[in-house]
Protein backbone atom coordinates (compact mmCIF):
# COMPACT_ATOMS: atom_id res chain seq x y z
CA UNK A 1 0.00 0.00 0.00
CA UNK A 2 0.67 3.66 0.23
CA UNK A 3 3.34 5.08 2.31
CA UNK A 4 4.08 8.93 2.37
CA UNK A 5 7.23 10.04 4.22
CA UNK A 6 7.45 13.77 5.79
CA UNK A 7 10.35 16.03 6.79
CA UNK A 8 11.19 17.78 9.09
CA UNK A 9 9.50 16.39 11.58
CA UNK A 10 10.33 19.92 13.46
CA UNK A 11 10.92 23.41 11.57
CA UNK A 12 11.87 26.30 13.41
CA UNK A 13 11.78 29.42 11.47
CA UNK A 14 12.06 33.31 11.87
CA UNK A 15 9.05 36.03 10.99
CA UNK A 16 9.69 36.75 7.25
CA UNK A 17 11.87 33.62 6.55
CA UNK A 18 9.81 31.26 4.34
CA UNK A 19 8.99 27.60 5.37
CA UNK A 20 9.67 24.26 3.48
CA UNK A 21 8.23 20.56 3.85
CA UNK A 22 8.83 17.80 1.94
CA UNK A 23 7.16 14.75 1.43
CA UNK A 24 7.83 11.38 -0.80
CA UNK A 25 5.10 8.84 -1.51
CA UNK A 26 5.49 5.27 -2.51
CA UNK A 27 2.71 4.38 -4.89
CA UNK A 28 3.03 5.65 -8.71
CA UNK A 29 -1.11 5.34 -8.80
CA UNK A 30 -0.96 8.49 -6.30
CA UNK A 31 -2.64 11.63 -8.10
CA UNK A 32 -4.18 13.64 -5.35
CA UNK A 33 -1.82 15.50 -2.87
CA UNK A 34 -3.69 17.86 -0.35
CA UNK A 35 -1.97 19.75 2.73
CA UNK A 36 -3.59 19.67 6.14
CA UNK A 37 -2.82 22.37 8.74
CA UNK A 38 -3.88 21.65 12.39
CA UNK A 39 -4.01 24.39 14.78
CA UNK A 40 -3.07 23.82 18.96
CA UNK A 41 -6.49 21.95 20.04
CA UNK A 42 -8.18 21.71 16.56
CA UNK A 43 -9.07 19.45 13.66
CA UNK A 44 -6.52 19.58 10.36
CA UNK A 45 -8.02 22.22 7.90
CA UNK A 46 -7.08 21.59 4.04
CA UNK A 47 -4.58 24.34 3.10
CA UNK A 48 -3.81 23.67 -0.24
CA UNK A 49 -3.95 20.65 -2.90
CA UNK A 50 -2.59 19.38 -5.92
CA UNK A 51 -3.17 16.50 -8.43
CA UNK A 52 -1.32 14.98 -10.88
CA UNK A 53 -1.56 16.81 -13.64
CA UNK A 54 -0.30 20.15 -12.52
CA UNK A 55 3.77 20.56 -11.41
CA UNK A 56 2.94 23.67 -9.31
CA UNK A 57 -0.10 25.63 -7.32
CA UNK A 58 -0.32 28.86 -5.83
CA UNK A 59 -2.46 30.41 -3.06
CA UNK A 60 -1.25 33.65 -2.15
CA UNK A 61 1.82 32.52 0.59
CA UNK A 62 1.41 29.33 0.00
CA UNK A 63 2.71 26.85 -2.92
CA UNK A 64 3.09 23.14 -3.22
CA UNK A 65 5.39 21.65 -6.15
CA UNK A 66 5.11 18.00 -7.53
CA UNK A 67 7.46 15.79 -9.25
CA UNK A 68 6.11 12.76 -9.94
CA UNK A 69 9.10 11.27 -11.48
CA UNK A 70 11.16 11.86 -8.22
CA UNK A 71 7.69 10.89 -6.24
CA UNK A 72 7.93 13.81 -4.06
CA UNK A 73 5.68 16.77 -3.24
CA UNK A 74 6.60 19.90 -1.41
CA UNK A 75 4.95 22.92 0.62
CA UNK A 76 6.23 26.17 0.51
CA UNK A 77 5.16 29.18 2.63
CA UNK A 78 6.76 32.27 2.33
CA UNK A 79 6.81 35.22 4.78
CA UNK A 80 6.44 33.14 7.48
CA UNK A 81 3.89 35.11 10.32
CA UNK A 82 3.19 33.86 14.06
CA UNK A 83 -0.15 32.49 12.90
CA UNK A 84 1.85 29.91 10.76
CA UNK A 85 2.39 28.36 13.50
CA UNK A 86 0.77 24.94 13.46
CA UNK A 87 1.51 21.17 12.55
CA UNK A 88 1.22 20.34 8.59
CA UNK A 89 0.56 17.41 6.99
CA UNK A 90 0.82 15.99 3.67
CA UNK A 91 -1.68 13.20 2.21
CA UNK A 92 -1.58 11.15 -0.69
CA UNK A 93 -4.25 9.34 -2.53
CA UNK A 94 -4.82 7.56 -5.59
CA UNK A 95 -8.19 7.53 -5.81
CA UNK A 96 -9.09 3.40 -5.80
CA UNK A 97 -7.73 3.80 -1.22
CA UNK A 98 -8.39 6.11 1.18
CA UNK A 99 -6.06 9.38 2.08
CA UNK A 100 -2.42 7.98 3.63
CA UNK A 101 -1.30 11.15 6.18
CA UNK A 102 2.73 11.91 6.84
CA UNK A 103 3.47 11.48 10.40
CA UNK A 104 3.34 15.55 10.36
CA UNK A 105 5.85 18.51 10.89
CA UNK A 106 5.51 20.89 13.55
CA UNK A 107 6.13 24.63 12.28
CA UNK A 108 7.28 27.18 14.64
CA UNK A 109 7.52 30.55 13.81
CA UNK A 110 9.50 32.95 16.31
CA UNK A 111 8.81 36.53 16.03
CA UNK B 1 -23.34 25.89 9.97
CA UNK B 2 -21.58 24.24 12.78
CA UNK B 3 -19.70 21.68 10.24
CA UNK B 4 -18.81 18.68 12.10
CA UNK B 5 -19.59 18.70 15.43
CA UNK B 6 -17.86 15.69 18.11
CA UNK B 7 -19.06 14.88 21.60
CA UNK B 8 -17.45 13.79 23.82
CA UNK B 9 -14.39 16.65 23.80
CA UNK B 10 -12.58 14.21 26.40
CA UNK B 11 -13.58 10.85 28.11
CA UNK B 12 -11.37 8.74 30.90
CA UNK B 13 -12.14 5.03 30.32
CA UNK B 14 -10.89 2.21 32.82
CA UNK B 15 -9.68 -1.08 30.79
CA UNK B 16 -13.07 -3.02 29.26
CA UNK B 17 -15.27 -0.35 29.55
CA UNK B 18 -17.52 0.29 26.34
CA UNK B 19 -17.95 3.68 25.25
CA UNK B 20 -19.91 5.48 21.89
CA UNK B 21 -18.07 8.48 20.27
CA UNK B 22 -20.95 10.40 18.43
CA UNK B 23 -19.58 12.52 15.27
CA UNK B 24 -22.35 14.54 13.32
CA UNK B 25 -22.27 17.06 10.22
CA UNK B 26 -24.98 19.02 8.95
CA UNK B 27 -23.26 20.20 5.18
CA UNK B 28 -25.01 17.25 3.37
CA UNK B 29 -22.19 15.79 2.56
CA UNK B 30 -21.90 11.67 1.86
CA UNK B 31 -19.02 10.28 3.07
CA UNK B 32 -17.55 10.44 6.29
CA UNK B 33 -14.61 9.00 8.27
CA UNK B 34 -13.22 7.76 11.63
CA UNK B 35 -9.35 8.48 12.01
CA UNK B 36 -7.19 8.35 15.15
CA UNK B 37 -4.46 10.54 16.08
CA UNK B 38 -1.15 9.08 17.83
CA UNK B 39 1.71 11.26 18.94
CA UNK B 40 4.42 10.45 15.72
CA UNK B 41 1.96 8.75 13.99
CA UNK B 42 -0.01 11.18 11.91
CA UNK B 43 -3.26 10.42 10.92
CA UNK B 44 -4.69 6.92 10.56
CA UNK B 45 -7.67 5.67 8.95
CA UNK B 46 -10.21 3.51 11.31
CA UNK B 47 -13.36 3.32 9.73
CA UNK B 48 -15.20 5.09 6.88
CA UNK B 49 -18.76 5.21 5.19
CA UNK B 50 -18.44 5.83 1.36
CA UNK B 51 -22.23 6.73 1.74
CA UNK B 52 -25.49 6.44 4.10
CA UNK B 53 -25.87 2.96 4.87
CA UNK B 54 -22.42 1.34 3.82
CA UNK B 55 -19.71 1.17 5.94
CA UNK B 56 -16.11 -0.59 5.54
CA UNK B 57 -12.69 -0.81 7.36
CA UNK B 58 -9.41 1.02 7.43
CA UNK B 59 -5.87 0.74 7.85
CA UNK B 60 -6.92 -0.04 11.94
CA UNK B 61 -9.96 -1.09 12.74
CA UNK B 62 -9.53 -3.79 15.15
CA UNK B 63 -11.05 -3.38 18.60
CA UNK B 64 -13.64 -0.38 16.78
CA UNK B 65 -17.46 -0.70 15.70
CA UNK B 66 -19.21 1.82 13.61
CA UNK B 67 -22.78 2.86 12.75
CA UNK B 68 -23.98 5.22 10.13
CA UNK B 69 -26.78 6.01 11.93
CA UNK B 70 -28.06 8.35 8.82
CA UNK B 71 -26.93 11.16 6.57
CA UNK B 72 -25.34 13.13 9.18
CA UNK B 73 -24.77 10.72 12.21
CA UNK B 74 -21.49 8.42 11.62
CA UNK B 75 -20.82 6.61 15.14
CA UNK B 76 -17.80 4.77 17.01
CA UNK B 77 -17.58 2.30 19.53
CA UNK B 78 -15.30 0.72 21.66
CA UNK B 79 -16.49 -2.88 22.25
CA UNK B 80 -13.98 -3.32 25.69
CA UNK B 81 -11.21 -0.25 25.85
CA UNK B 82 -7.68 -1.16 26.08
CA UNK B 83 -4.75 1.35 26.91
CA UNK B 84 -3.56 1.07 23.36
CA UNK B 85 -6.44 2.92 22.45
CA UNK B 86 -5.60 5.83 23.89
CA UNK B 87 -6.04 8.97 21.24
CA UNK B 88 -7.38 11.85 19.66
CA UNK B 89 -9.83 10.97 17.54
CA UNK B 90 -11.25 12.83 14.32
CA UNK B 91 -14.12 12.46 12.46
CA UNK B 92 -14.22 14.10 8.96
CA UNK B 93 -16.68 14.04 6.20
CA UNK B 94 -16.80 14.88 2.46
CA UNK B 95 -18.88 15.77 0.06
CA UNK B 96 -19.30 12.93 -2.52
CA UNK B 97 -20.15 9.28 -1.93
CA UNK B 98 -18.44 6.51 -3.22
CA UNK B 99 -15.00 5.00 -2.95
CA UNK B 100 -12.65 7.53 -2.06
CA UNK B 101 -13.32 10.98 -3.42
CA UNK B 102 -10.42 13.35 -3.68
CA UNK B 103 -11.56 16.44 -2.15
CA UNK B 104 -11.78 18.21 0.95
CA UNK B 105 -12.10 16.42 3.62
CA UNK B 106 -13.86 18.96 7.30
CA UNK B 107 -12.37 17.96 10.58
CA UNK B 108 -14.68 17.59 13.70
CA UNK B 109 -12.80 19.20 17.02
CA UNK B 110 -11.72 15.93 18.38
CA UNK B 111 -12.18 13.51 21.00
CA UNK B 112 -9.87 13.12 23.78
CA UNK B 113 -10.19 9.78 24.89
CA UNK B 114 -7.76 8.21 27.76
CA UNK B 115 -7.83 4.81 28.88
CA UNK B 116 -6.36 3.64 32.10
Known amino acids: GENVEQHPSTLSVQEGDSAVIKCTYS??????FPWYKQELGKGPQLIIDIRSNVGEKKDQRIAVTLNKTAKHFSLHITETQPEDSAVYFCAASSGNTPLVFGKGTRLSVIA | NAGVTQTPKFQVLKTGQSMTLQCAQD?????MYWYRQDPGMGLRLIYYSASEGTTDKGEVPNGYNVSRLNKREFSLRLESAAPSQTSVYFC???????????????FGPGTRLLVL
Open chain 2, 27 to 31: MNHNS
Open chain 1, 27 to 32: DSASNY
Open chain 2, 92 to 106: ASSELAGGFPQETQY
